[in-house]
């Protein structure tokens, strides 16, 4: 800044040795704060000032981000937007600027852009000598008495000059004459004013008038000047001239005096009589006191119009009283103007931005303020303040100068936005103040990631669903603005297989709600879970995660399916035996099923649907366990057929059927004719049939015992202990047997495992033995006959199963 200030001294056309600024701006780089430039008044508009940019030790690239600019509240000058350079913008005029005051100087901020900065600026304006010397009339006429002795003086009519200094009024020059000489006086204000020195003695019988040339000067290069005539008639004598009481009166007065009040009263007096004692007064330079009005009788000075200290501080004023018979004397008036408290300060924003992003940091510059107070002392000084709890402040930056900078986090979300009020409080009695408000926008920034309205989803879909359906919706807000807050959701991880991930579940991006793709099946696929993410397009982008956990529900879609009693190869029932001793409550059997669902769905219940005797027997309703309800009768058949239903839990219910064919029997033999007790048919042909296919398998049976009793026999002969090993008890023979499955879940509480024989068209079915086989044993295969008999006890033997096809 200092080296700007130093490059202004010599930024204007002075013909300076190049030396000696180079040598000033090293001096004025330690010791000034401000850039100064001095230039002539009346430059013409366009003139260039200095380089401010280059006095600013700105880059001409960096002139359009920075966008310097005159910040004044009067457009003296402007920014060349170019080139930097501070250039005129209008009329510079000293003596309007500054009156006759004897420094004159602009002083202004210039504002700079990313980052926010200001720099002052001081203009100091040097005098031209562009006003003339001017009288307030051209030609004054005085009367002198012919007895007026040598020596008298005569205050004669001043020139103004509005230029100060050398440029300014300096000399008056009066026209050679023998009888008149001119002596020049200065006021207590620096002002010269000219009086007329009687030499000789007049005579109004030689010489009625005299004609004299007064000429006033200033000492300007070149001298400007100006003349007024004067005109002096010899009047007959009139000893004794008029006499102020003073020659110098001095009065203060408050600015806010009303209009109308007597500010002082002139006081002269005349020794003379009559006429040549009557005295008037008046103004000299009447054209110029436009504040003050004058009694010419009384010599009451009497204010006009409001004064004002701020625009003048002080007046002067020359009043002449003159006697009747044309003789005058002169006296001054100076009247100083009190400054009051009258004026409240002023908040000035400058440079004012938009908005403030959420993320400034602390310490920006934020704003430019300035305070003006017109008043001057202590009534001008002034206290500024920033009202309210925000997170800003304010800095002392030069002399009513401030600065808005941040002093606080701010937050979008939670403010979007600040409504300053600065205060400025003089320091006059009483203090007079002003506030000014403006309204900072708050800018958004993506400091927020979307943020879901549960931690955790869960939710339940039936199976069976239809595909394309919506299973739920999952919602996620985002307190940013636009697209910092436009959330857009995706599926980003699963426990499924990626492949199969698309043809399960999908999700909307804009809306949040998840599809299923398939219709789900809760016998393949329970439960699975998914990550769904919420992302915004913000830069850069924020997301959160949260699980959705999709629970298949069961339908009732599975019916039941029997396991046992199973059906035989060809579709019939097979046969099961009980004793004929049986007691009410002896099992006979257990009907075994299954579901494929779950929950009531799969919980099976068992009923008769249809019994040969009915009361017989009864099926435990979870268990399905067959047992006889009392003992056989002499009435009862031997054979009887048993329906039942298994029935699921689920609504509506599905079931299945089994039907077991029982036969009252103590043996296998005794319950062979039982077996073969079937309706005879109608045809006889097919009687006899049947007959000839018992008597062929009976033939069979007979066969094979006898082929297994001399095998046994041979092997007893060989003594061979591993050949009887299959004779030991609990063991049953087979013939290429058929073990059904061991079903010990679900809701069989038991296990069964079932022999089947098989031999040409007949079969046998064992159910397992009380005693279980031990990973020793075998079962011994019988001839290609087929025939097949147990070497278990009668007495552990639990039924007997056997159908004929």
């Not at 380089?51 to 880059?59: E, F, G, S, T």
């Amino acid at each position: 800044m200092g080296m700007g200030s130093c490059a202004g001294k010599s930024g204007w056309a002075e013909r300076r040795p190049v030396l000696f600024p180079f040598l000033l701006s090293l001096f004025c780089l330690a010791l000034s704060d401000q850039i100064h430039y001095r230039i002539p008044e009346e430059m013409p508009e366009g003139s260039v000032v200095g380089n401010l940019a280059k006095d600013l030790r700105l880059n001409v690239h960096e002139l359009p981000t920075r966008k310097l600019r005159v910040s004044s509240e009067k457009p003296y000058f402007t920014v060349s937007a170019e080139s930097g350079e501070l250039l005129v913008s209008s009329r510079l005029d000293r003596e309007q600027i500054c009156g006759k005051k004897s420094a004159c100087a602009l002083e202004f901020e210039v504002v700079a852009e990313n980052p926010l900065n200001f720099y002052h600026v001081n203009v100091e304006i040097e005098d031209v000598n562009d006003h003339t010397p001017k009288f307030s009339q051209n030609s004054f006429e005085l009367q002198i008495s012919e007895s007026t002795k040598s020596g008298a003086r005569f205050i004669l009519g001043s020139a103004y000059d509005a230029d100060i200094g050398t440029n300014s009024l300096q000399n008056y020059q009066l026209s050679a004459d023998d009888h008149f000489s001119l002596v020049i006086k200065e006021k207590l204000d620096g002002s010269k004013y000219p009086e007329l020195v009687l030499m000789t003695p007049l005579d109004r019988e030689e010489q009625k008038s005299y004609h004299l040339t007064l000429t006033a000067l200033d000492f300007g290069d070149p001298p400007l000047s100006s003349t007024a005539q004067i005109q002096v008639l010899v009047t007959d004598a009139n000893d004794n001239p008029p006499v102020f009481s003073q020659e110098l009166y001095r009065v203060e007065l408050p600015e806010n005096v009303l209009p109308g009040t007597t500010v002082l009263r002139v006081m002269a007096t005349d020794q003379d009589d009559g006429v040549n004692a009557e005295i008037t007064f008046s103004f000299t330079e009447a054209g110029q006191v436009t504040q003050f009005d004058l009694n010419s009788n009384t010599g009451e000075i009497i204010i006009l119009n409001t004064l004002d200290f701020e625009k003048v501080k002080e007046y002067s004023i020359v009043l002449e009283a003159k006697d009747g018979g044309g003789m005058i004397a002169q006296c001054t008036v100076e009247i100083e103007v009190l400054d009051i408290n009258d004026n409240a300060p002023e908040v000035i924003f400058q440079s004012l931005p938009d908005f403030i992003m959420e993320d400034t940091k602390l310490g920006t510059h934020i704003a430019l303020l300035k305070i003006r107070d017109k008043d001057s002392g202590h009534n001008g000084e002034v206290i500024c303040k920033l009202e309210g709890d925000v997170p800003f402040k304010i800095l002392a930056s030069s002399r009513n100068t401030y600065k808005l900078v941040t002093d606080g986090v701010l937050d979008r979300e939670r403010t979007p936005g600040y409504n300053i009020t600065i205060t400025a409080t003089d320091k006059g009695k009483p203090p007079l103040s002003s506030s000014s408000s403006i309204t900072l926008h708050i800018g958004d920034v993506n400091d927020n990631m979307p943020v879901f309205e549960r931690a955790s989803y869960v939710v339940h879909v039936a199976e069976n669903n239809p595909p394309g359906a919506s299973i739920t919706q999952v919602s996620a807000s985002d307190p940013d603005l636009g697209p910092n807050g436009h959330v857009s959701y995706s599926i980003v991880a699963s426990d499924l297989q990626p492949r199969a991930l698309s043809s399960y579940v999908s999700v909307n991006s804009q809306s949040g709600v998840v599809f299923a793709q398939r219709a789900f099946d809760h016998e393949q696929l329970r439960a699975f879970e998914l990550t769904l993410q919420a992302r915004d397009h913000g830069s850069p982008a924020l997301s959160a995660n949260v699980s959705l956990r999709v629970l298949v529900g069961d339908r009732n879609d599975n019916a039941p399916r029997v396991l046992y009693p199973a059906l035989g190869p060809d579709g019939s029932a097979l046969f099961d035996t009980v004793p004929r001793a049986a007691q009410p409550g002896y099992l006979v059997t257990k009907v075994v099923a299954v579901d494929a669902d779950s929950g009531h769905n799969a919980w099976l219940s068992y009923h008769v649907l249809q019994a040969s005797e009915p009361g017989l027997f009864s099926v435990g309703l979870r268990t399905g366990e067959v047992r006889t309800a009392r003992a056989l009768g002499d009435r009862d058949a031997a054979r009887q057929r048993l329906l039942v239903a298994v029935r699921d839990g689920g609504q509506p219910p599905l079931s299945a059927t089994a039907t077991l064919l029982l036969v009252f029997a103590d043996s296998l033999q005794e319950a062979l004719p039982d077996l073969s007790d079937r309706p005879a048919p109608s045809d006889p042909q097919a009687e006899l049939q049947f007959y000839l296919v018992v008597a062929l398998a009976l033939i069979s049976v007979l066969f094979l015992l006898a082929v297994i009793l001399a095998v046994a026999l041979h092997l007893r002969r060989s003594s061979s202990p591993a050949a009887w090993g299959c004779f030991k008890p609990g063991l049953c023979i087979k013939s290429e047997p058929g073990v059904l499955c061991n079903y010990s879940e679900g809701t069989l509480p038991y296990s069964y495992n079932l022999c089947v024989a098989h031999t040409g068209k007949t079969e046998f079915n064992f159910l397992k033995c009380s005693e279980q086989l031990s990973s020793g044993q075998n079962m011994l295969s019988g001839d290609s006959s087929g025939a097949l008999f147990p070497f278990c006890n009668s007495n552990e033997l639990t039924s007997h199963q056997v159908s004929f096809l």
